[in-house]
T-cell receptor, first 111, second 110 residues
Framework: NAGVTQTPKFRILKIGQSMTLQCTQD?????MYWYRQDPGMGLKLIYY???????DKGEVPNGYNVSRSTTEDFPLRLELAAPSQTSVYFC??????????FGSGTRLTVV | QQPVQSPQAVILREGEDAVINCSSS?????VHWYRQKHGEAPVFLMI?????EQKGHEKISASFNEKKQQSSLYLTASQLSYSGTYFC???????????FGQGTILTVHP
């Protein structure tokens, strides 16, 4: 039982490049989230989804896009990477009345 | 509206107790508590729904004061494994979006 799986674990991007951070779950939860965590800081919500086909912006959505075509997958797309997007990205899901289950994270560096 | 955690850092010796507070300026539906070890993902500890309930998890428990919109996390008889950064996450509706505090760094020494 994998839970929430994120790939890749590490990535270095050049300014202006694009990439997709993958997130998949095997828990059949409707609610899924993308957060970013800058060094020594808390987590900021980028996008979230309450079910397949439904997504909405969080606190810091600029420069990112998401899609949710299935319950299992919630990829995060970075277009035109900028140094300000250097961060650790966490995907999470949530069942009814329970806490979040986080993936192991993706460490992204934009140079 | 990011919740405010206090203190920012705590240093303990094994066996000592600690309290971490989380305050919101807005009415809360629930409060979550997570622990994050260095280089790892946050791990869920407990959730408290409005109603002022108290919950426990081994030697870690928490309370939720709905009047004050404040939650407190109690760590008793601390162990080395308790070291890490503790985050509260606050939820204003039942739709699941959490806003996290800035974290409290807890260090337990032998």
């Amino acid at each position: 039982n994998a839970g929430v799986t994120q790939t890749p674990k590490f990535r270095i991007l050049k300014i202006g490049q694009s990439m997709t951070l993958q997130c998949t779950q095997d828990m059949n939860h409707n609610y899924m989230y993308w957060y970013r965590q800058d060094p020594g800081m808390g987590l900021k919500l980028i996008y979230y989804s309450v079910g397949a086909g439904i997504t909405d912006k969080g606190e810091v959505p600029n420069g990112y896009n998401v899609s949710r075509s299935t319950t299992e997958d919630f990829p995060l797309r970075l277009e035109l990477a900028a140094p300000s997007q250097t961060s650790v990205y966490f995907c999470a899901n949530q069942g009814t009345g329970t806490g979040y289950t986080f993936g192991s994270g993706t460490r992204l560096t934009v140079v | 509206q990011q919740p405010v955690q206090s203190p920012q850092a705590v240093i303990l010796r094994e066996g000592e107790d600690a309290v971490i507070n989380c305050s919101s300026s807005k009415a809360l539906y629930s409060v979550h508590w997570y622990r994050q070890k260095h280089g790892e993902a946050p791990v869920f500890l407990m959730i408290l729904l409005k109603g002022g309930e108290q919950k426990g998890h081994e030697k870690i428990s928490a309370s939720f004061n709905e009047k004050k919109q404040q939650s407190s996390l109690y760590l008793t008889a601390s162990q080395l494994s308790y070291s890490g950064t503790y985050f509260c996450g606050t939820e204003f509706t039942s739709y699941g979006k959490l806003t996290f505090g800035q974290g409290t760094i807890l260090t337990v020494h032998p």
